[in-house]
């Protein structure tokens, strides 16, 4: 069964920066899937974040545009959500997902201080 394991979140002040790893097991092809952050504040419905391709292109929420990018490692089944300039909005707990694979992970937990 596909595993996806979140990390790399943590306590940050506003206009600082994270980087996220989403690392998937028991997939194969990895390359072959659209992968997609996701992240739910408390109280909130789970919102979509962005995504990158099987092409490393790329496709980001406008709320995050211009701070955040998505990148990839098919060698090590990793996608990166790097998080720059991060903002008290930004606050919740991130996931990935691989389109097509109903699996998510615990998920990892980013907090943003003013």
């Known amino acids: 069964q596909v595993q996806l394991v979140e990390s790399g979140g943590g306590l940050v002040q506003a206009g600082g920066s994270l980087r996220l790893s989403c690392v998937a097991s028991r997939i194969f092809f990895f390359s072959n899937y659209v992968i997609g952050w996701y992240r739910q504040a408390p109280g909130n419905q789970r919102e979509w974040v962005g995504f990158?391709?099987?092409?490393?292109?790329?496709n980001l929420a406008d709320s995050v545009k211009g701070r955040f990018t998505i990148s990839r490692d098919n060698a090590k089944n990793t996608v990166y959500l790097q998080m720059d300039s991060v903002k008290p909005e930004d606050t919740g707990v991130y996931y990935c997902?691989?389109?097509?694979?109903?699996?998510w992970g615990q998920g990892t937990q980013v907090t943003v201080s003013s």
């Open positions: 997902n691989a389109r097509g694979i109903p699996k």
């Open positions: 990158i391709s099987t092409d490393c292109d790329t």
